[in-house]
């Protein structure tokens, strides 16, 4: 359930936002760091909060889908078909952008990526401000991604001039990502809407290897992304410890006669192995274990299928080095 927020705080950011502040934000697949989307200004201030680099796109957010026209030339009919089921919620679109949006946001392609966040505090802020809201994850670029108010003061304290507490999120990883061109959809990053729900509206998704390029097409695609400071390695099994190893676990759900006693810190991420759960929980986890002082931290593979891809997606990207 989301935290209360008095309406002098949401009136104080959308302020900030307007005269070209940074103000972090809820939403239901993790926080983002927003500004004007229109103000190149205001947009290099999030690069520089983050320390992102300026060839990784950003998202832009929108009240609602009546707002595309300020920020995109077109919304094809594949487009407004899929806004039309899963607008709000966790699903990017990229689309060619409107002269309106500056270059800077894009990395300088002629596509943008938009979105309706799921949570009523930035819904309310957006109208309120009323302007679009480029909005990458709230955190220092490359890190894990931020799922509390707390995951955001802690990684940006003196960056952002208003954090509003919208309580954890409820969906917990990043949005999924479809380029829309020539009648087609294209996955660009596996996300909070499952391709299973997606083609069973519009039909078969191209689905291409998902790699880091020198100018990534959208936000996530490098393949050392949403990494702990500790080192992170997937496994397929539980290995056994050496008796000086400070190693933590992270599980998609309970194990059963599997002695844990010599692990440090274990987080399951759902009793019952729903991947909905698990994925509200697992970046709130692996803060957890990143601040346990290990020297390692496991980790066991989802079923890939359903969220299970976007998880497996987030661990692969922990993982590179």
């Given at each position: 359930?989301?935290?209360?927020?008095?309406?002098?705080?949401?009136?104080a950011?959308?302020?900030?936002?307007?005269?070209?502040?940074?103000?972090?934000?809820?939403?239901?697949?993790?926080?983002?760091?927003?500004?004007?989307?229109?103000?190149?200004?205001?947009?290099?201030r999030?690069?520089?909060?983050k320390?992102?680099?300026f060839?990784?796109?950003?998202i832009?957010?929108l009240a609602d889908?009546s707002?595309?026209p300020?920020?995109?030339a077109?919304?094809?009919?594949?487009?407004r078909?899929?806004?039309?089921?899963?607008?709000?919620g966790?699903?990017?679109?990229i689309?060619?952008?409107?002269?309106?949006?500056?270059?800077?946001?894009?990395?300088?392609?002629?596509?943008?990526?938009i979105?309706?966040?799921d949570?009523?505090?930035t819904?309310e802020?957006?109208?309120?401000?009323?302007?679009?809201?480029?909005?990458?994850?709230?955190?220092?670029?490359?890190?894990?991604?931020?799922?509390?108010?707390?995951h955001?003061?802690q990684?940006?304290?003196g960056?952002?001039?208003?954090i509003?507490?919208?309580?954890?999120?409820?969906?917990?990883?990043?949005?999924?990502?479809?380029?829309?061109a020539?009648g087609?959809?294209?996955?660009?990053r596996?996300g909070?809407?499952?391709?299973e729900?997606i083609?069973?509206i519009i039909?078969?998704v191209?689905r291409?290897?998902?790699?880091?390029?020198?100018?990534?097409?959208?936000?996530?695609?490098?393949?050392?992304?949403?990494?702990?400071?500790t080192?992170?390695?997937?496994?397929?099994?539980i290995?056994?410890?050496?008796?000086?190893?400070?190693?933590?676990?992270l599980?998609?759900?309970?194990?059963?006669?599997t002695?844990?006693?010599?692990?440090?810190?274990?987080e399951?991420?759902?009793?019952?192995?729903?991947?909905?759960?698990?994925a509200?929980h697992?970046?709130?986890?692996?803060?957890?274990?990143?601040?346990?002082q290990?020297?390692?931290?496991?980790?066991?593979?989802?079923?890939?299928?359903?969220?299970?891809?976007?998880?497996?997606?987030?661990?692969?990207?922990?993982?590179?080095?």
């Amino acid at each position: 359930m989301a935290a209360e927020v008095p309406p002098s705080d949401l009136e104080a950011a959308a302020r900030i936002i307007r005269s070209g502040g940074l103000v972090a934000i809820p939403t239901e697949t993790v926080y983002g760091l927003a500004a004007n989307a229109l103000d190149p200004q205001a947009v290099a201030r999030i690069f520089a909060a983050k320390d992102r680099p300026f060839f990784d796109p950003l998202i832009v957010h929108l009240a609602d889908v009546s707002w595309w026209p300020r920020v995109v030339a077109e919304f094809p009919p594949m487009a407004r078909e899929l806004a039309a089921r899963f607008w709000p919620g966790p699903l990017t679109l990229i689309l060619p952008k409107s002269t309106a949006i500056p270059d800077l946001v894009t990395s300088g392609m002629p596509t943008v990526g938009i979105r309706v966040p799921d949570h009523p505090l930035t819904r309310e802020l957006l109208k309120r401000a009323d302007l679009p809201l480029a909005a990458p994850s709230a955190n220092p670029f490359g890190r894990l991604s931020p799922t509390t108010a707390d995951h955001v003061r802690q990684q940006l304290a003196g960056r952002v001039d208003l954090i509003l507490d919208g309580g954890p999120c409820r969906v917990g990883v990043e949005s999924t990502i479809l380029a829309i061109a020539d009648g087609a959809a294209t996955l660009l990053r596996p996300g909070g809407v499952p391709i299973e729900e997606i083609e069973a509206i519009i039909g078969a998704v191209n689905r291409p290897e998902i790699s880091s390029t020198k100018q990534p097409a959208a936000p996530g695609m490098l393949d050392s992304h949403y990494a702990p400071r500790t080192k992170l390695r997937i496994v397929d099994s539980i290995p056994a410890l050496s008796a000086t190893t400070r190693a933590g676990l992270l599980l998609p759900s309970s194990v059963n006669d599997t002695p844990l006693s010599g692990y440090t810190a274990v987080e399951v991420l759902s009793q019952t192995g729903s991947l909905v759960e698990a994925a509200a929980h697992f970046f709130q986890a692996l803060h957890r274990l990143d601040q346990a002082q290990l020297d390692v931290i496991h980790a066991l593979p989802f079923p890939d299928q359903g969220l299970g891809r976007a998880l497996n997606d987030r661990l692969r990207r922990a993982a590179h080095s």
